[in-house]
């Protein structure tokens, strides 16, 4: 019995991916283990490996294919003994099994819905053509075709086969919509929080479409500046002393080939500093707090794409050399979309900084479902009071973000005075 080769959820937020690139072809023969393609997700760039025994027998999403939903058949595998070339490619509507309804509306990826029939029935979905002929459309499309009220009849479909996807959708008119039902109860209303529509006044302009990673960004950010109730804490500090011991922990690393950056010190700190305090090492979860027994810290870094932030595993506890050794290799290897899905998703709180751009001070957004994130800005001589006396000193002001569900003012100003202590008596950081 044939196999179907489904698009897999490589990530728990995963909906779905680009199938950049198919190391098999149709007449391989390939065992559990063996690497089939390469996916691309909102993230990063992962091998998908082969679970079953069999003969490619057919490919049904090219390489290239970009918003493929995670259920979609991409391939059908012949079993040991089967004649590949008598197997029919199977479907993804007739492989994929129907939902319930409390699975759909719990389940955070597109669940599948099922195929409409050619047969007419009166029905707020999307009507089969005229023609009779059975639409087909990836799940994810039929739900967002059903939401938004667009005719599928009159989408033409970009994926194999003619197959309607996202993309197709989102350049659909709403006014090209078949003639709805009278409104329902049951019917939901729009998003009252819709976003405007987009005007070019007559400039010249280009459209560059959103990247998975854009898309995601975009909406775990409004999220969480809809959702969490933020409240900010900025403390200036004096970098003199931690200046001076980076120079000279550099001087002892040098013949082991390690520099630390500022950046290695703050990861270090900003974790002890959680452990010290633990009452800001926490997560808001519904009628509960997770109470975190160590602190991993994540690191927003920079790629041509967007923002990722991977993840230093119990940076309080962590020698400074082993920071700078693992930020360097997850930062290259960020920047190439080669992380795994446990080097970027988890942390119990985030650190972001930008003072290499100058930036003197700025309020981060906190990356839910975390409770807090410390923004790192520019070092700079300032004019600065020490023993009573105007003095020049070099300072940076760090601001932390908090959800004010789960950590009180008063716990995110005592975790920023010992994340400023810490800084400006730094030997406690290589104890």
Not at 292 to 308: C, E, H, M, Q, T
Request: glycine share 8%.
């Amino acid at each position: 019995m044939p196999i179907a080769i489904k698009m897999p959820a490589l990530s728990p937020t995963m909906e779905e991916g680009t199938l950049a690139k198919w190391l098999v072809k149709v007449g391989d023969s390939v065992s559990a283990g063996d690497i089939m393609a390469e996916i691309e997700t909102d993230k990063a760039t992962m091998e998908f490996e082969a679970v079953d025994e069999g003969v490619i027998a057919h490919i049904q999403v090219e390489e290239g294919a970009e918003g493929v939903a995670v259920g979609t058949v991409i391939a059908t595998l012949a079993e040991e003994g089967e004649d590949a070339g008598s197997v029919a490619p199977i479907g993804s509507d007739d492989a994929a099994p129907a939902p319930t309804p409390a699975a759909t509306e719990s389940s955070s990826a597109p669940a599948p819905t099922p195929a409409p029939t050619p047969a007419p029935a009166p029905s707020p979905s999307p009507a089969p053509a005229a023609s009779g002929d059975r639409i087909v459309a990836s799940p994810l499309a039929r739900r967002i075709a059903e939401q938004e009220g667009v005719d599928l009849a009159s989408v033409k479909g970009s994926g194999p086969n003619g197959r309607i996807v996202k993309a197709d959708l989102e350049g659909a008119k709403l006014g090209a919509t078949a003639p709805a039902a009278a409104p329902s109860a049951a019917t939901p209303a729009p998003a009252a929080t819709a976003p405007a529509e987009a005007q070019d006044f007559g400039i010249p302009h280009e459209v560059e479409k959103l990247s998975g990673m854009r898309k995601t960004i975009a909406r775990r950010l409004t999220e969480s500046k809809q959702q969490i109730p933020h409240i900010y804490l900025t403390v200036d500090i004096r970098l003199d002393a931690l200046l001076k011991l980076r120079s000279e922990l550099n001087a002892a690393l040098e013949p082991q080939g390690v520099k630390l950056s500022v950046n290695d010190l703050m990861i270090k700190a900003l974790g002890k500093s959680l452990e010290a305090v633990p009452a800001c090492n926490v997560q808001f979860a519904g009628d509960s707090l997770l109470r975190f027994k160590r602190a991993d810290v994540s690191v927003a870094v920079s790629i041509p794409n967007g923002l990722i932030t991977p993840i230093i595993s119990d940076a309080g506890n962590k020698a400074m050399s082993k920071i700078s050794k693992e930020m360097k290799d997850l930062a290259s290897r960020a920047k190439e979309g080669k992380l795994a899905p446990e080097e970027y998703q988890g942390g119990t709180a985030s650190l972001s900084n930008m003072g290499m751009f100058g930036i003197s001070q700025f309020s981060a957004v906190i990356n839910p479902p975390q409770a807090m994130i410390m923004a790192i800005g520019a070092g700079d001589k300032r004019p600065f009071v020490i023993d009573d006396t105007l003095q020049i000193a070099s300072v940076m002001s760090a601001t932390g973000s908090f959800d004010h569900r789960a950590i009180d003012g008063a716990d995110g100003a005592q975790l920023m005075k010992t994340f400023k202590e810490m800084i400006e008596a730094p030997l406690g950081l290589v104890a």
